[in-house]
């Protein structure tokens, strides 16, 4: 059977991902019409179409995303097959593709990062920095290896390990007129008192869940874009918010006149690492686990 070449796969997914041939020509440092040749080869071999060409455009078609996904995959196994074998089988000793959510990377991975270069210094760190759901889709795509994201959510085709739960406190600006802190309860709260994130951070769910609210007329329309901007706008009194332990502990509060305070128990969600299933790295990414809970001050 006439397999694929790495270098067929490789000119695919960059064609894939750019959906022009003159630029993955030129991420591959190849002519174009090398490049349209390499393709037109993997389709023969494959039999099938994977590209449908217009004077203008380049579309992917149904099967050639598929096999896209796959051959990102592979090139992927033969990097960490090639760098388990250059690590001589050292953990922590090679190419590591990491995505953290924004909610997190700035409150771990300062800290973690330099603790984890010096006890792994061959190790080779890649940071990506999203919303949960592109990092998944990144994930299963195979362009990271493993993410550090806040649980419950819904996810396919992966396996969790939890790493420390992560408190939720209530956030106002000191005095405000808007509720009384020291009174506080989440049944009885103002029309759109609470400011949130925007859709797509999955702080707002977390948040709306652990800490039980249910009334959405209490949520304002209004969503901020960032945690800083969700910081500033809590700052100015005009809302009320849900932050979490390691931000509250963070400098971003340091100049505010933001006030926190705790919450009923059970008001808080998890960090954890995830991974693809049946990942030939799994035992390599149980090891980053516990050495997250051994070295982060927020897994105290």
């Keep these: 059977m006439n397999l694929p070449t790495i270098k067929q796969l490789r000119y695919f997914v960059a064609l894939e991902k750019k959906q022009h041939f003159g630029k993955a020509a030129e991420s591959c440092f190849v002519s174009q019409s090398a490049f349209s040749v390499a393709i037109r080869e993997l389709e023969s071999l494959l039999g099938t179409q994977l590209v449908d060409r217009t004077n203008k455009t380049v579309t992917i078609t149904r099967v050639g995303k598929e096999i896209a ?6 090139l992927r196994d033969l990097e960490y097959l090639t760098s388990i074998a250059k690590s001589n089988d050292e953990p922590l000793s090679s190419r590591l593709t990491l995505g953290a959510i924004p909610t997190i990377a700035p409150f771990i991975l300062p800290e973690l990062v330099p603790q984890l270069r010096d006890a792994h ?7 990506t920095e999203d919303t949960t759901l592109n990092l998944y889709t990144q994930l299963m795509d195979g362009d990271l290896d493993l993410l550090l994201i806040a ?9 969790v390990m939890s790493l420390f739960k992560d408190e939720f406190v209530l956030a106002c600006r000191k005095n405000t007129e808007l509720i009384d802190p020291e009174k506080y309860n989440h049944t009885d709260l103002p029309t759109e008192s609470i400011i949130l994130l ?20 209490t949520v304002n329309r209004f969503a901020a874009s960032s945690l800083l901007t969700l910081i500033e706008m809590v700052d100015s009194d005009l809302g009320i918010t849900y932050l979490t332990e390691m931000t509250k502990d963070s400098t971003m509060l340091k100049h505010t006149n933001i006030k926190t305070w705790p919450l009923e128990e059970n008001s808080y969600r998890e960090i954890g690492l995830v991974w693809r299933k049946n990942s030939s790295q799994a035992e390599e990414f149980r090891l980053l686990g516990e050495f997250i809970k051994k070295h982060c001050r927020h897994a105290k």
Excluded: F, T
């Design 198 to 217: 925007e859709d797509g951070h999955c702080l707002r769910d977390h948040a709306l869940s652990a800490c039980h609210i249910r009334n959405q007329d």
């Design 121 to 127: 210094p061959d190790l080779q760190l890649y940071l």
């Design 151 to 159: 649980l419950p959510y819904k996810l396919a085709g992966v396996e």
């Design 69 to 74: 996904s796959h051959a990102n995959r592979c």
